[in-house]
C-alpha cells in the first residue's frame, strides 16, 4: 500500500502547508481566530490545536515518544496560540524524522491503541494508521482554508503537485 517514500513526501507537504498556513493565521487578530466559524472545531484556532493534537496522539503511536496530555474532548482548547506557533515546526520536524527514519516494515502488520473516541481498543494497519495520520491534517487544514478564503485572506496552492523542490518517487 504505501511505505517510507509516502511518509517522507507527506511529511514535506504537512511542513509546507502548516508553514503558510500558520504564518496567515498570525496575521489574524486573537477574535478572529476564536470566533466561530462554524467548523467541527468551532474555530480557526480550536481547529488547528485539534489537528495538533491529533497528530501528537497518531505520531506517539509510530515513534514511541509522547502524546498528548489533554483529552480527546478538550482538543480544540488544549493549546492557545503561541504554544501552537512555537510548537507546530517542532511537531512537524519530529512527523519528518519518523517519515525518514521508517523503513518498510514499519508499515507492515497491525496497530492496536486504545482509542478515547471509540472508547475501546482498535487494531486496524500500520499502513492504514500511516494515511490517517496525513489524512487527518489534510482535512483539518482544508476546513482553515476554506475559513481563510472566507476572510479575504490570500492562501498558497494546497495540491501536492505544486509542492516545491521534489517529485515524490512514488508516484
Given at each position: 500500500m504505501i511505505g517510507p517514500a509516502y511518509a517522507q513526501c507527506m511529511a514535506r507537504y504537512n511542513a509546507w502547508?502548516?508553514?503558510?498556513?500558520?504564518?496567515a493565521c498570525d496575521g489574524l487578530s486573537d477574535a478572529q481566530r476564536a470566533e466561530d466559524r462554524g467548523l467541527f472545531w468551532t474555530s480557526i484556532e480550536?481547529?488547528?490545536?485539534h489537528a495538533f493534537w491529533g497528530d501528537m496522539i497518531w505520531i506517539s503511536r509510530f515513534d514511541g515518544g509522547p502524546g498528548p496530555d489533554?483529552?480527546?474532548t478538550e482538543t480544540a482548547t488544549?493549546?492557545?496560540?503561541?504554544?501552537?506557533?512555537?510548537?507546530?515546526?517542532?511537531?512537524?520536524a519530529r512527523i519528518a524524522a519518523w517519515a525518514w527514519g521508517a523503513d518498510a516494515s514499519d508499515f507492515d502488520g497491525d496497530l492496536t491503541w486504545y482509542s478515547m473516541g471509540a472508547g475501546r481498543e482498535i487494531t486496524k494497519p500500520r499502513a492504514l494508521c500511516a494515511?490517517?495520520?496525513f489524512n487527518h491534517q489534510?482535512?483539518?487544514?482544508?476546513?482553515?482554508h476554506a475559513a481563510l478564503t472566507q476572510l479575504g485572506v490570500k492562501t498558497t496552492d494546497t495540491d501536492l503537485p505544486f509542492m516545491p523542490d521534489e517529485v515524490p518517487e512514488w508516484v
Open positions: 502547508q502548516n508553514q503558510w498556513m500558520f504564518q480550536g481547529t488547528l490545536s489533554a483529552p480527546l488544549a493549546y492557545d496560540w503561541r504554544t501552537l506557533m512555537a510548537e507546530r515546526p517542532k511537531l512537524d494515511v490517517q495520520l489534510t482535512h483539518h487544514r482544508g476546513q482553515v
